[in-house]
């Protein structure tokens, strides 16, 4: 098959169209290498008749074509990837070993903590250190359902507005952490202990082993308890317990003195 000699070696308008989809085609290359490789056959000179046999024979080592041409096609076509005789949906070039975030260095930040007993709805996981746990003084302000956290100098000066509690690290199944205000006991206000703060204290504790899920039992007044194996083992986040609580005990949930806003609110300033 012969081709019309070319005026500009690069212009692919110039190769022989039938020549290089033949090459194209029995060679497994790209278009655009397959006129590179016609184009440069015809610049170097060669006498025609030219045909596919060749330039593909420059593919598999030197023939009656001189090695100085073998050199030449093998520089332009050397570094194109064979695109025509392999399966675009070999599964070797598609599956993916299991990957995990941190295998991507992925990190998701906590942006906030909600300070408040897990969702019914919602398995959860406790954390099993003691670090992740803290006996504190809670003022929750019932309208804004916001609760705030007081230190030892200030709450003694409101004790009869302020709950103790156990602040609890906990995980939910889908990763968000949160701090679970554990209702403790309260022998210095007089405050018993009830079903559901035993029972809830409990879930608690079974939460530091299993996943669980607690369930309100309006007729008993007490949680009732659900637990899962089948769900795998909790990530927890690298965290440390005080970036957890001026996370959820910022922007002005800390009251360190009692000119804070919601000390005046409660004392009718």
Known sequence: MAITPLTDASNEAGADKALA?????????THNAAVDAVNAYVGYGFEPPITVAKILAH??????????FGDKFAATV???????????????NISVSET????LGIERPILAVPVEKPGRQEFFRVHPDPAFHLMARLI???ADRESYLLTRTVWPCIPGETKLVKLTT???????????????PDELLGKRDTDWGVTARKAAELGEKKWVRLQANMQRRMYDVVTSEKIPDPVWPKIAFKEILEIAFGDGRLITSVDHPVIRQLGGQ
């Open 21 to 29: 989809t033949a090459v194209k085609d029995a060679a497994g290359i």
């Open 59 to 68: 593919l598999n080592g030197p023939t009656e074509i001189s090695d100085e």
């Open 78 to 92: 050397g570094d194109e990837t064979p695109v025509s005789g392999t399966d675009p949906f070999d599964l070797g």
């Open 100 to 103: 995990s975030i941190e295998d």
């Open 140 to 142: 929750v302000l019932e």
């Open 170 to 184: 906990f995980l939910t199944r889908t990763g968000a952490v949160g701090l679970w205000p554990l209702n403790m």
